[in-house]
């Protein structure tokens, strides 16, 4: 048995390192002949971009030098000569000199059809003399010669300014009366050789139809896009939709011949050709790489498929193999999956010696998942929530301290969802911790599921789980993936496990110093389930721009709900809670900082009121009634809206419980107030409200519908009550009397008491006299 199973041990490693030397056999000579044909294609296509490109350059020295010995034969020009230092003394004489000097440039202007058109500014005129006419520089580049987008004084300061020689400009659109052609721009200073005391320009403008056409067939031949760049580094005309070229590319240019340069361009990889000319001016092919590789991508492409045919076949072979030397290993696993352990010292073969290992090491095995299972998931839990946290100092991380704590980032970009269990009450019996553990394990093991090896499943609190997603790229499928794994995943924990969640969702950031600030940003996020509402799904990026408004609540509307309590009124006080909740929550959009304030002041009332209410057993009420802790276990506005009504349901109920009892108090405690301070004269309806806390409005009517009297009218009886007893006594003055009445003045005094009695004090008190 031992020799049987060592053959077939033996055989089956055997074929195995057979197959697998004849399956990479091929795989590598593919691999060889694909960079050889990769490598003769790009040099036959650089020979051919060369050859062309030395082509190009022929034509264009040859018309450059056209252009050289055109302008040697303007600039030596006698009448030119001679005009540009005496051209302003006599004006006549002048004139007739320009028109001599015309005729000799129309001579020369038909000398090549390279040349469009060309001009002498004379420096000390400002004047521009073409082959047709004369005129100022400003008059001559705003009417006769419009470069486009370019102003009159741009053109002046770019070409009769400083020393130029031979000067070319990039090829620029010109606009000459109804005509609109591309020139390339020459100027050169005059006199010739003059550096400092230059007296005019030759500007020289060149057809870039010569160029286009030559240009053109290159291009058909190989699809390159074609640059020549001047020796400024200027790129004088292009081919390119996009005539910008790579600073950093052309610094690298030498002054000789160069090929297979190879740069990324917008995401695509290009092959660069240049060739050099006598004046230094380079002649620059770019052309795609893939356009040059194409016929090899097909050979690739076959090649590929050829792969992937001999790894099927090698796939079903593998397989026979492994099937007929199964039996073995199967007794293995059955021996594994059997509780009775198998003790034996002496191995007969190897398959016997894992049986024995397994099973000895079976009791060690599970010992140390015990212990790897009690302290691994702690101490990478506790990491993971200290680095979304941001406590962690990520720049003295490296990637072993990763691996040590069993965390692996595949990407460099971040984002992190905040799961906030809302009502978990159809789950769960009891409100214990180990019935919370059970939520919080059944959302992490769904979030994994859903989440795969894109990132990590932290707890954060009691309630508060937080993902840390891990993505490639920041594109499109990026987020149309996250969206639906918030979906999936409130879905399924929503309808299989009744549970009510919100996810709060920060934006993608590159890098692991940034983890943090995802976490910021979806804490943020996660405030706006206040405004949302529960089972909400809140996106940091939908909030970021959104206006900050205050709240609204006016103390009109403080002192109205405070009253509607008061007097026990419900329906107008919850009506009135609605209004202020739609003018904020619904119409005004407030951020839930400014939702939070509003809260507390509506608490504010609440304790006012509490506190303003006459109830017989307060302790009783009091306890019954903890505004702060009802509102501080509402999660969102519409749940604190109608826990703060509940409130006001609840004292509007004691109100209208003690309401006669404290109504009939209340009118004694008013008249015994009248009773005791009626020789005040600050006492007042007002001041007398405040003392009560009630409105003035309140203490009218409520004296008015408990007496049957006004309450100014009781306070003038109290005082003349008393007044009358006073003005029995004859010493007492006037002033005296009012003084102990409530009144300033005995002026007021006497006026009221005439008022009330009919008749003044003094006659009054004669009248007691007789």
Known sequence: MLRKANRRKSIFITNLISYIAILLFPVAIGGYLYQRVETIMIDNANRTNMGLLEQIKLVAENRFKEVDTMTLQIAFNPKLQ????????????NQFDL???????????KVSNFVSDFLVYFKNTDTVLTPSGKSDSSFYFRKMLVYNEKSSDWAVNEMFTGNHFKTYLPLTTIKEGERISNVITYVQSLPLGEEVNVKGYLVVLINEQEFDRLIKQVEKVNYSSIYIIDDRQQI?????????????????????????HTFNQNGQEMMLSYTTGQNGWKYVSVVPRQIVLEQVLTVKNMAVTLLLLILAAGIVACYIM???????????VRTI?????HKREDADNEFDYIKQSIVRSLGENNQMKQTLTQHAPVIQANFLSRLIKGHVETTALSDDSFKFMGVYFEHDYFSVMIIEIEDCREFIMKDTEQEW???????????????GRQGYIVEMDRSRLAILQNSCTLDESTYVERATLIEKLQKVSSQRFKLKISIAVSQFHQGVENIGRCYREALIALDYRMIKGSNAVIYHEDITDLETHFYHYPLEDEVQLMNYAKSGDYANAERLLEQIYQANFQSNGISPEMGKFLFIDLLST?????NGLQITDKRQFESSVDPAKVIADCPTAEEMIDKTKELYRIICKFTKEEKTEHGERLYYRIRQYIDDHYYDNNMSLTSMADHFQISLQYLSTFFKKHSGENITDYIASVRIREAKKLLADPKATMGDIALKIGYANAVSFIRFFKKVEGVPPGKYREMLDR
């Open 82 to 93: 001679w005009a540009l230092s005496n051209f302003e003394n006599d004006y006549t004489k």
């Open 99 to 109: 028109i001599d000097i015309m005729k000799d440039f129309r001579n020369v202007n």
């Open 236 to 260: 004088i005309m292009s081919t390119a939709k996009n005539q910008i070229l790579n600073t950093d590319l052309m610094a690298k240019m030498g002054n000789e011949n160069g090929s297979d």
């Open 606 to 610: 609440i304790v006012k009121v509490i």
């Open 322 to 332: 492994a099937y007929r030397n199964y039996t073995p290993i199967r007794d293995v």
């Open 437 to 451: 553990a059970h939520v919080r394990f059944v959302l992490s093991n769904l979030s994994s599921d859903l989440l």
């Open 337 to 341: 999956m059997q509780d009775n352990i």
